[in-house]
């Protein structure tokens, strides 16, 4: 992911919640999504914001967008071990002739007891 | 049930062999793609199709050929110019609305011997 930015990991406890955050450079992205993905799979759409939205909200997850300062975040409540995984950030970009999804790197998140 | 199945889950190639990973989706879906995925990065974009019949470079094809010759069938060859092959490659397909909404297969773990 050459333009979204994202920590690598994220330690919390279960119970708690947990708060994994990006930034992305390209203003004009209409879209932003968060996807997760289990060991030795592929990626799952857990969520996604369209730019004129601040906050979106889906059962324990909240997505909060601060389009100026091009931050991102995704809030899981009363996190479970279940939701060890790593989660991608993404903006979807124009290029030239396509929509193009840019990923970053992933957090891997390690929920323990 | 609808979804995207890729198959083998681990292939393995030895040096200077030319390899087809297969993708196949039954979501209707006329958008495909072929990500790579290697440790600590995010994915990266190597071919894309928007239609039947018609496909377009990524960010790093070089060393990779696709073909689309039916709707629900994007195969992707690692051919023996790509330097690097060992790594993890995901398939997906999105919908066509301005949204984007991609769904991935579960990935093909490809290993050089």
């Known amino acids: 992911g050459e333009d979204v930015e994202q920590s690598l990991f994220l330690s919390v406890r279960e119970g708690d919640s947990s708060v994994i955050n990006c930034t992305y450079t390209d203003s004009s992205s209409t879209y932003l999504y968060w996807y997760k993905q289990e060991p030795g799979a592929g990626l799952q759409l857990l969520t996604y914001i369209f730019s004129n939205m601040d906050m979106k909200q889906d059962q324990r997850l909240t997505v909060l967008l601060n389009k100026k300062d091009k931050h991102l975040s995704l809030r899981i409540a009363d996190t479970q071990t279940g939701d060890s995984a790593i989660y991608f950030c993404?903006?979807?970009?124009?290029?030239?002739?396509?929509?193009?999804?840019?990923f970053g790197a992933g957090t891997r998140l390690a929920v323990h007891p | 049930d609808g979804g995207i199945t890729q198959s083998p889950k681990y292939l393995f190639r030895k040096e200077g062999q030319n390899v087809t990973l297969s993708c196949e989706q039954n979501?209707?879906?006329?958008?495909m793609y072929w990500y790579r995925q290697d440790p600590g990065q995010g994915l990266r974009l190597i071919y894309y199709?928007?239609?039947?019949?018609?496909?377009q470079k990524g960010d790093i094809a070089e060393g990779y050929s696709v073909s689309r010759e039916k709707k629900e069938s994007f195969p992707l060859t690692v051919t023996s110019a790509q330097k690097n092959p060992t790594a993890f490659y995901l398939c997906a397909s999105s919908t066509s609305g301005t949204a984007l909404e991609a769904f991935f297969g579960q990935g093909t773990r490809l290993t050089v011997v």
């Open positions: 993404a903006e979807r970009r124009w290029a030239g002739g396509y929509n193009k999804l840019i």
């Open positions: 199709s928007q239609i039947v019949n018609d496909f």
């Open positions: 979501l209707n879906h006329d958008a």
